[in-house]
């Protein structure tokens, strides 16, 4: 197992253009996190699944953001019309539910930058 | 939510032992405290996790109070990759640690 992987690594894009990131979490993982971090702060929650069911999103997170994962494996967050503001490093994560610890296991990350 | 509080930052030097103290006066009976190393450019890294009292395992140890509203992360003898900004989070481990909420965390400085 190579842990959580993410694709692309970095991705520039101009502002109002689409943009779509992945991350394949660890296999026997059934839960799958989103987050977003900025310089200076840490992860901000976006999004969670367990298996393939959507069970929260963050108020903060607008509707042009939306994620799947469907069949409970890999998982895509979409950014639609971005903004200057979506520059951020976007971090997947994955757990296991089940008895014990509950520790996230986090993937490199994909950076975003809009100019 | 339980929120945490943490020093913004830290300097030590090698070889040093160095304690993480963070405060969480709200956390709830269900809460677990865990603490998150990040590098530059990576993703969080899983450090320790407990309920109460000590816990400890090959990278560091994590002391909780009975009252359990702080928590001290202590590692022992950091060196100079040990440079990085540690999180300390509470969440309920039953199921709701979707929720945790990251603060600032504490960027460590180690010093040759």
């Known amino acids: 197992d190579t842990g959580v992987s993410q694709d692309p690594r970095h991705k520039i894009t101009k502002r109002g253009q689409n943009v779509t990131f992945r991350c394949d979490p660890i296999?026997?993982?059934?839960?799958l996190y989103w987050y977003r971090q900025t310089l200076g702060q840490g992860p901000e929650f976006l999004t969670y699944?367990?298996?393939?069911?959507?069970?929260?999103k963050s108020r903060l997170l607008s509707d042009r953001f939306s994620a799947e994962r469907p069949k409970g494996s890999f998982s895509t967050l979409e950014i639609q019309r971005t903004e200057q503001g979506d520059s951020a490093m976007y971090l997947c994560?994955?757990?296991?539910?089940?008895?014990?610890?509950?520790?996230?296991?986090f993937g490199p990350g994909t950076r975003l930058t809009v100019t | 939510l339980a929120k945490t509080t943490q020093p913004i930052s830290m300097d030590s030097y090698e070889g040093q032992e160095v304690n993480i103290t963070c405060s969480h006066n709200?956390?709830?009976?269900?809460?677990?405290i865990t603490w998150y190393q990040q590098f530059p450019s990576q993703g969080p890294r899983f450090i320790i996790q407990?309920?109460?009292?000590?816990v400890t395992n090959e990278v560091a140890s994590l002391f909780i109070p009975a009252d359990r509203k702080s928590s001290t992360l202590s590692l022992p003898r950091v060196s100079l990759s040990d440079t990085a900004v540690y999180y300390c989070?509470?969440?309920?481990?039953?199921?709701?640690?979707?929720?945790?909420?990251w603060g600032l965390g504490t960027s460590l400085a180690v010093n040759p």
């Open positions: 407990g309920y109460k009292t000590k």
């Open positions: 296999s026997e993982h059934n839960r």
């Open positions: 699944f367990q298996n393939e069911a959507q069970l929260e």
């Open positions: 994560a994955s757990s296991f539910r089940g008895p014990g610890t509950y520790e996230q296991y």
């Open positions: 989070l509470v969440g309920d481990n039953a199921g709701n640690n979707r929720k945790l909420i």
């Open positions: 709200n956390i709830a009976t269900n809460d677990y």
